[in-house]
Every structure is written in structure tokens, then in C-alpha cells.
């Protein structure tokens, strides 16, 4: 049964005209656009629509009409529009050179700070190395001299201890 009603489901979004029949106004919406512009007298589309839109608010917005002062530069290699306050092409160019400039300037700080900090991180490591091996021959050296004084110790004691010994055992 779920396979069967599956498969109406999927028979029943075949069935649509459109994609979007479902989400209803989108649907008529689309399908008036569809039928504007299968018409010869209605150039118009949903872009052209939405930069009318546009232009309708920044002269609604913008008193001198100039975009806020905006130039829009196309970039036939990408087909892109980039809005900008600069004139020309060429000044985009420029500053676009000079931003690029700027990040690999600031690039190259920064692995430069990552290097330096790198090093210095590699420096205190081998002081801590060297401080560590410090401290184990220490350590050595202290054991070294706790066992002769053990050992110093053990011959002062078995010396003393010995003819006291001796003299108990000839006693009895």
C-alpha cells in the first residue's frame, strides 16, 4: 500500500503542468509571466521586472538620480556587474590592483608572525629540553652522592659495629 501510494504521488506531480502548481500565487504568477512573454508586444521577464523595481525605488529613494553616486561596471570575462563608486574601468582596475596589494602585503605579515612565532615556540622548546636534561643529571649526580654516603655510612657503621661483635662473641 505505501509503495502503491508512492508511486500515485509521484504520478500525480508528473501530471502537473508546472513546478511550482503546487505553491498556488507563485504558480499564477508564473504562468501570467509564461504567457506575457510567449506574446510579441511583452518584451518584459522577471529580471527586466525586478530592475524596474529597482530603479523605481532609487529614484523614489535618491533625489539626483545617480545611484547614490554608484557606477556599474560589467566584467564581460566573468559576465558579472560590480556597483562601485568609481568612474572607470581602469580605476577599478587600480583599486582593485591595489586591494590585491594590500591582502598580499598582509599576507605575507602574517606567515611572516607565524614563522617568528614559530621559531621562538621551537627556541623555548629546546631551552625546556635543555632544562630538563639540566635538572635529570642533577637528579644523577644528587643519587650518585646519596649512595656514596649510604655506602660511607654502612662502612662507618660495620666498622664500629664489627669489634663490638668480636668482643661479645669472646665473652661468652
Same mark, same amino acid.
Given at each position: 500500500?505505501?509503495?502503491?501510494? %508512492?508511486?500515485?504521488?509521484?504520478? &500525480?506531480?508528473?501530471?502537473?503542468? *508546472?513546478?511550482v502548481?503546487?505553491?498556488? *500565487?507563485?504558480? &499564477?504568477?508564473?504562468t501570467?509571466?509564461?504567457?506575457?512573454?510567449k506574446?510579441?508586444d !511583452?518584451?518584459? %521577464?522577471v529580471?527586466?521586472e525586478?530592475?524596474?523595481?529597482?530603479?523605481?525605488?532609487?529614484?523614489?529613494?535618491?533625489?539626483?538620480?545617480?545611484?547614490?553616486?554608484?557606477?556599474?561596471?560589467? &566584467?564581460? &570575462?566573468?559576465?558579472? !556587474?560590480i556597483? $562601485?563608486?568609481?568612474?572607470?574601468?581602469?580605476?577599478?582596475?587600480k583599486?582593485?590592483?591595489?586591494?590585491?596589494? @594590500?591582502?598580499? $602585503?598582509?599576507?605575507?605579515?602574517?606567515?611572516?608572525?607565524?614563522?617568528?612565532?614559530?621559531?621562538?615556540?621551537?627556541? @623555548?622548546?629546546?631551552?625546556?629540553?635543555?632544562?630538563?636534561?639540566?635538572v635529570?643529571?642533577? =637528579?644523577?649526580?644528587? =643519587?650518585? @652522592?646519596? =649512595? @656514596?654516603?649510604? =655506602?660511607?655510612?654502612?662502612?662507618?657503621? $660495620? !666498622?664500629?659495629?664489627?669489634?663490638?661483635?668480636?668482643? +661479645? +662473641?669472646?665473652?661468652?
Amino acid at each position: 500500500d505505501e509503495v502503491r501510494a %508512492n508511486m500515485q504521488d509521484s504520478v &500525480d506531480i508528473l501530471k502537473q503542468e *508546472s513546478s511550482v502548481g503546487k505553491f498556488g *500565487s507563485l504558480h &499564477d504568477v508564473v504562468t501570467d509571466l509564461t504567457q506575457d512573454s510567449k506574446r510579441e508586444d !511583452a518584451k518584459e %521577464n522577471v529580471r527586466e521586472e525586478s530592475l524596474r523595481q529597482l530603479l523605481m525605488f532609487l529614484k523614489k529613494e535618491i533625489d539626483d538620480q545617480n545611484f547614490a553616486g554608484l557606477n556599474r561596471h560589467f &566584467d564581460p &570575462d566573468t559576465g558579472t !556587474a560590480i556597483w $562601485s563608486e568609481l568612474e572607470s574601468r581602469e580605476e577599478m582596475e587600480k583599486a582593485l590592483e591595489k586591494i590585491s596589494k @594590500q591582502r598580499r $602585503s598582509e599576507e605575507f605579515v602574517a606567515t611572516k608572525v607565524k614563522v617568528e612565532a614559530k621559531e621562538k615556540l621551537e627556541q @623555548q622548546k629546546n631551552q625546556i629540553k635543555l632544562e630538563k636534561n639540566a635538572v635529570e643529571e642533577e =637528579k644523577e649526580h644528587i =643519587k650518585q @652522592q646519596f =649512595k @656514596q654516603e649510604n =655506602k660511607d655510612l654502612k662502612e662507618q657503621l $660495620s !666498622a664500629k659495629v664489627q669489634p663490638a661483635v668480636t668482643t +661479645c +662473641c669472646v665473652i661468652q
